[in-house]
């Protein structure tokens, strides 16, 4: 039916005018093929230009577009109207996220927690190889290893699932410890000794008491919860280890 | 300028969906089992006290309270065992070459071992 409508009830943050957040309706046309996201777009071109929220590719690889649809952490570019209609859909910002203006988040603390994990190839000084000795080499096997963990969009969804960044707002969080581990586990990197120092903290790893939301939310299945299961398998064994008298430093 | 709104955390945010929900189940469960392993402990002692003692708290448990209670205590051992099981291909992934150890394989092998132990101790305590 070409007239038919969809109801969307979005969550409105004006930081000049509000004290707090609160809820305004919106009919938009209805079509099976859009997906949330052109609904968002349809209302600020048409209904109010003030709307504000994040986006780039429309196609699930800049990791922009995450909000609460129904309370749930979606890519909003992903999520067709026809999984909801003829019901409303309910969109908020991204949960345990200070708010800046409607649907964008306050994003700092996330980049600060994604810096301190060194997500790069760290090489110890003297053993870094001249340039002209080419790349280093790596076996399929070595690279399956990491693979899944390098999928991250940094889309934070991850983090809007976790009850436990909403507690402890130190907590590294989901995403950045699995980006972490994807370099821990890459066989050419030789930092783990360096990021152990955050990802084997009580901030970290011994903060998640796995609740495995964020692995379930996440759109690109890198399994941020397994990531951190893992570091503490590894982490424990480290204590361990380091027990014995003839590893002892 | 900006005024960065910070929602609440609610006291209830456990209440929020069905996962939380479940997580807290989960979490919960670990006092029943153990409650349970308590009263297995006094049992062994009673035990090793000879078997006046033994039948004496056997006997002590035979009421439809007791019964109630371990009703609840299975139902939260069941839910701890499964739940737990089932997450084991998460915590623990065994590579071959490039390709994973399938996770019904991983967890399978928790549900196979259970089967196994409880095999053995029947025959043992039948026998
Ligand atoms: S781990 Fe998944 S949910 Fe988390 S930021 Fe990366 S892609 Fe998004
Ligand atoms: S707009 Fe890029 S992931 Fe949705």
């Known amino acids: ?40 777009n349809w209302i600020k071109e048409h209904v109010d230009g003030t709307l504000t929220y994040r986006w780039s590719c429309r196609m699930g690889v800049c990791g922009s577009c995450g909000m609460m649809v129904n309370g749930t952490p979606r890519l909003t570019c992903a999520v067709f109207l026809n999984e909801f209609h003829p019901e409303p859909i309910k969109i908020e910002p991204l949960a345990y996220f200070p708010v800046e203006r409607d649907l964008v988040t306050v994003m700092d603390s996330f980049m600060e927690k994604l810096q301190s994990v060194k997500p790069w190839l760290i090489r110890n000084e003297d053993e870094e190889k001249p340039l002209e000795e080419g790349e280093y080499l790596q076996s399929p096997a070595e690279l399956a290893s ?53 990802i084997a903290s009580h901030d970290a790893i011994w903060n998640c008491t796995f609740v495995g939301e964020c692995s379930v939310v996440c759109p690109k299945d890198v399994d941020p919860a397994g990531a951190i299961q893992q570091a503490k398998v590894e982490s424990t064994i480290d204590w361990y280890t380091s027990l014995l008298p003839w590893t002892k430093k | 300028m900006s005024k960065p709104y910070t929602p609440p955390m609610p006291l209830t945010w456990w209440n929020k969906n069905t996962a939380y929900r479940l997580f807290m189940l989960r979490e919960l469960s670990s006092v029943f089992v153990a409650l349970f392993v308590l009263e297995l402990l006094c049992f062994v002692s009673q035990v090793g006290q000879g078997e006046e003692a033994m039948d004496q708290f056997i006997k002590s448990l035979d009421n439809p309270l007791y019964l109630l209670y371990h009703v609840i205590v299975l139902a939260f051992a069941l839910l701890h065992s499964i739940t737990w099981f089932n997450l084991t291909p998460k915590v623990m992934v065994i590579r071959l070459g490039e390709e994973k150890v399938p996770d019904v394989l991983v967890a399978g092998s928790n549900y196979v071992a259970c089967l196994v132990v409880s095999l053995l101790l029947w025959w043992i305590v039948k026998g």
Not at chain 1, 164 to 172: D, H, K, N, R, Y
Not at chain 1, 175 to 196: P, V
């Open chain 1, 1 to 40: 039916m070409p007239d038919e409508k969809i109801t969307l009830e979005i969550l409105r943050y004006h930081p000049e005018t509000d004290e707090e957040p609160s809820f305004q309706t919106f009919e938009v046309p209805y079509h099976e093929d859009w997906v949330v996201l052109d609904a968002i």
């Open chain 1, 146 to 198: 990491y693979k899944q963990f390098s999928m991250c969009i940094n889309c934070m969804l991850c983090y809007a699932a976790c009850p436990v960044t909403g507690l402890e707002s130190e907590f590294v969080g989901p995403a950045a410890i699995a980006l972490g581990m994807r370099y821990n586990r890459d066989s050419r990197d030789q930092g783990r000794e360096q990021r152990q120092e955050v």
